[in-house]
């Protein structure tokens, strides 16, 4: 029987989600997701859920079809999710308020970014795009050393690596051709300095709001990049983050994004700001979704949803209602099969302590950490200074207690 209600489809199930869902009801829409995974974390809290993989653009197109018959169907909706394709082409093909297909792609392809930042004049490392191991050679003559390479069309850094000599490039080459759809890789200069992520959000009118920086914080040790955690807000002087937020305006322009939220993974060098990759969504890793709020009690959640199922911006959804700091950290255990999980009730009664969030539990396998989908749980905490904050978390982190055993033991 049909429900009639106004609803949003959320791509993706995951953790991220959840506030996504609450959002929703919030703003007094049905939330219908999607997610192959049956057991996603987020399925639980939704109106309606759907399994379908949140790749398949053309399976979403016609779920989003068949859903008009039973619900008012206002929007389609992502964050912290690398799922902007699939919502770009739901909300084309439905004329639902998003952004073209084609900009969707070029924040979601690296290739296509980079060869975006070429024709606009936004500085671009050095880059080719590799189709083979025949052209490593070439890619190298190009780029030089120290470079990175990267899968075209991933996230998390899966299938990232850095390559400090020529013997190391082949294999890099085929790991990132192994996580990338195009089975083709990125090689790239190698930009050194501290990480940031930028984010934005243009109105239904194209009026671009600057949302907020977070300073990430990465080991690149073995030549994996791994993200340890972030602090929210950043903590550069008000200089440099004007320059990032100019970079960040430049960088959507030239993806052809002027509708909703555009996020900007930014290094500082020495030779000035410049963009790692972007996304035509919120960020993961708990930042819009739980140092934002807890940080400064904006809901960039539901500014950007509100636009996504056409209903008015609201300004006090990115207005800072509290000045203090939050920082997310990773628990990295050795990797592993998990035996135990042992004292998560201590840790979340720690000082500054928010939450703790287990990506694993007692019989699943941590894998290596190559990137940063691998790491297994996350403290996140406050304080009244930036220095409390990350101290905070990091020390949390490391206290979560997650016993492991090699992988193939009883």
Known sequence: MPDNRPAVLVVSGGVMQVPAIQAAHDLGLAAILTDRDSSAP???QADEAHMVDIFDAEGH????RRLQETWDLRGVFCQGADVEVTVASVSEALGLPGIPVAAAKRTKNKALM???FDDAGVVNPRWVEVRGEKEADSALELVGLPCYVKALDNSASRGTSRVDSAHELLPAIRHAMANSTTGTALVEE????PEQSVETIFDADGKLHRLNIVDRLF???GGWALELGHV???GLPQSDQDALFELAETAAEACGVNFGVFKSDTILTADGPRILEVASRLSGGFDAQVTTPLATGRNFIRAAMRLAVGMPFDEAD???ARDAYAAAWASLPTPGRVVSIDNVDEIRALA???DVFLRTAPGEIIEPYIDCGARPAFVVADGSTYDEAINNARAAAQALSITTVDGDRD
């Open 42 to 44: 987020a399925l639980a």
């Open 190 to 193: 190698c930009y050194v300095g």
């Open 232 to 234: 929210n807000p950043t």
């Open 114 to 116: 980079r060869a975006a």
């Open 352 to 354: 500054g302590v928010h």
């Open 61 to 64: 197109v016609a779920l989003a």
């Open 318 to 320: 990115i207005t800072r």
């Open 219 to 221: 080991t690149h040790q």
